[in-house]
């Protein structure tokens, strides 16, 4: 059989989402950076199974079961390693390539790579073009923008012109170079006619404020822009690209992350300059949908970002129509411990406006009274509809019924199907026949916060809309009991330099790969001091992060790892000999939200502070011979010379 290339598998981590995968078969719950639940390898009653999205990785604190997306499949469903990968391509849409195929699927992802490299390369000509564009930059002040905001969501300006980005890609007559900027979106070609045998190509965005949109991991993926004076369309968005996709993609979220995070709600909007609006307002945890409906995958990727989302829709009739499509998309994904709700300002205002009109008090405020999920439910069913007459609580019921049968069996669903059932002067069971429902009753309350000696239930007979609660960790097999509450962490070691850079490399192995000799002997040198078993863990991790393969960058940037590349290091290093002590390290970094740049600042920063550190014991060690009157004179003029290096560091 012919072997499935290793960078399939790495392209495939990258695309799919573990906390969606996993999230099929075990109830996931937001807990910080990462999502928790019973784990489904060990009956347990707390929850101990951690899953991180942002390493697309997932460990048991109680029995150890870690791994990627691939992983899981093969433990829970039972599968071979080939039939998981089949089976996770096929969620993503992929066809799997074998060796007759590696050529193209090689080709198809150098095109990707070209095109996210291009629209990189144009929301860089943008932003520089924003800098000299006075009028644009009046406009964004006019309306209440600080340079830090327009840096922070990387605005930029498309100058008046029907080819500008020549200037950054080369004519625009060379097919090859119009290829992928058509493909992007960013260009124009006009129909070819009899009397013109050449297409026309020109610019699709002119004179616009651009907001780039980029993807959960900043990269630039499409634009949206917006005029400046009257004119139509006021918006002009990217069309559907390779890249780039309206139904799966949120202005801002990127942005917004740790802001949702913080405030633990996401607040969504309809239009780019609402959430860069609310951004400089105090309200920097707001994302858009783009143009388009509120789809299931976007409810998706809001979910896994917060528990709380509040849809902010204009008063008027199309902000209704795009609530109710919002509430539709919603129901399916409902659980008992998710809140949603649905905020109409006055018609007169948008978000950006209400605020600067009443302050962001009354704006939190209006958040807080927000209409709740049922309530709007219940608008929506009964609006038009008399309910005094018999036929107006028939057409209720019959607006209701798609809506019902759309829910999950949840706790929620029972609650508003009796709601709806008092209000219609019906009986539960009457509205549950026609719908077609069963009422579920409330379960009795066993295991873990039962008053009885009762066995709590095991993974097989718990049902994941009704997991039990509590705490995030426990101790690992062949530890002392520990009493475990919802804030308690998993224990941790003090972190020395040593360490540090121990965390670092064992989640961007490429860091890892690129050190210089001199580095690696600094790396060594502070494990030794740490102990032997950090000196023999540094030694075998920087061998394995030379094993690492990266993915070549065009024109001259340096090789970049995947979304999925934690993961499938974590698989390589549980095939070393030390992957016990691997084991002990990952566990204190699940919980991390290091993203590239701040692990890259922590490592120069490490050493850094060994550089300087060696510095100071040469100088010592020099300082004591000239005390003993048996230094040289080059230890002289080698004492002098670390002095002014440390003079100066």
């Known amino acids: 059989m012919a072997l499935i290339p290793q960078s399939f598998i790495a392209d495939l981590l990258n695309r799919v989402d573990i906390v969606e995968i996993v999230g099929q078969y075990v109830k996931l719950k937001k807990a910080g950076a990462n999502f928790q639940g019973l784990c489904p390898f060990h009956a347990e009653k707390s929850p101990s199974f951690s899953v991180s999205p942002t390493k697309q990785f997932y460990h048991c604190f109680g029995c150890g079961a870690h791994g990627s997306a691939i992983s899981f499949l093969m433990e829970y469903s039972g599968l071979g390693y080939v039939d998981a990968i089949e089976d996770l391509a096929r969620s993503a849409g992929l066809d799997v390539p074998r060796e007759e195929r590696t050529a193209n699927d090689v080709a198809r992802q150098q095109q990707t790579m070209a095109l996210s490299e291009v629209m990189s390369s144009a929301a860089d000509w943008y932003r520089q073009q924003l800098k000299g564009a006075t009028r644009a930059v009046d406009y964004l002040k006019g309306r209440g923008l600080t340079g830090e905001v327009a840096k922070r969501y990387a605005l930029g300006y498309a100058p008046d012109g029907w080819q500008g980005l020549e200037a950054v890609f080369g004519t625009y007559a060379n097919d090859e170079v119009a290829k992928n900027l058509l493909e992007g979106g960013l260009l124009i070609q006009s129909e070819q006619t009899e009397g013109n045998a050449t297409a026309r190509r020109y610019d699709r965005f002119r004179d616009r404020i651009m907001f780039p949109i980029r993807n959960p991991k900043g990269q630039t993926i499409g634009f949206g822009g917006r005029i400046l004076d009257q004119g139509e369309p006021k918006y002009l968005n990217s069309p559907e690209t390779p890249l780039f996709s309206k139904g799966n993609t949120l202005y801002g979220l990127f942005e917004a992350r740790q802001a949702i995070r913080a405030q633990e709600y996401v607040l969504v909007c309809e239009g780019y300059m ?376």
């Open 274 to 649: 609402d959430v860069v609006a609310l951004a400089q307002l105090g309200f920097p945890n707001a994302v858009a949908t783009l143009g388009t409906a509120c789809t299931a995958n976007h409810v998706r990727m809001l979910l896994r970002q917060a528990d709380r989302i509040v849809f902010s829709f204009d008063g008027d009739s199309a902000g209704q129509r795009a609530a109710q499509r919002a509430l539709e998309a919603c129901l399916p994904l409902m659980s008992d411990d998710k809140e949603i709700r649905f905020l109409f300002l006055p018609t007169e205002h948008d978000p950006d406006s209400y605020v600067r009109t009443y302050g962001a008090p009354a704006f939190e405020k209006v958040i807080k009274e927000a209409m709740s999920l049922s309530s709007f439910f219940f608008k929506i069913v009964s609006q038009e509809h008399e309910l005094t007459t018999p036929e107006g609580r028939a057409q209720t019921h019959h607006a209701a019924k798609p809506l019902l049968l759309s829910m999950p069996p949840i706790a929620l669903r029972t609650q508003i199907l009796r709601e709806l059932a008092l209000r219609t002067n019906s009986t539960p069971a009457e509205l549950e026949s026609f719908c077609g429902l069963t009422i579920v009753p409330a379960p009795v309350q066993q295991g873990a916060y039962s008053s009885n000696n009762q066995r709590a239930p095991s993974f097989h007979q718990v049902n994941v809309n009704n997991r039990t609660q509590g705490a995030p960790w426990q101790a690992s097999k062949g530890s002392a009991k520990r009493v475990a509450t919802l804030n308690i962490a998993p224990p941790q070691a003090p972190t020395d330099l040593a360490e540090q850079m121990l965390r670092v490399l064992i989640q961007f192995p490429h860091l890892g790969k690129a050190l210089t000799p001199d580095q690696r002997t600094l790396a060594l040198k502070a494990s030794a001091l740490r102990s032997e078993k950090a000196l023999a863990l540094m030694q075998d991790l920087l061998t394995q992060c030379d094993l690492v393969e990266l993915i070549p960058s065009e024109n001259g940037k340096p090789p970049t790892v995947g979304a999925g590349a934690f993961a499938l290091f974590q698989d390589q290093l549980s095939r070393s000999n030390l992957a016990p002590l691997y084991e002990v390290l990952r566990k204190r970094v699940m919980g991390s939200d290091l993203e590239l740049e701040g692990a890259t600042a922590d490592l120069d920063g490490a050493f850094k502070k060994l550089e300087l550190t060696q510095l100071k014991t040469e100088m010592t060690e020099i300082a004591q011979k000239i005390a003993g009157s048996t230094a040289s004179d080059q230890d002289r003029a080698r004492y002098r010379e670390l002095g002014e290096r440390l003079k100066f560091s």
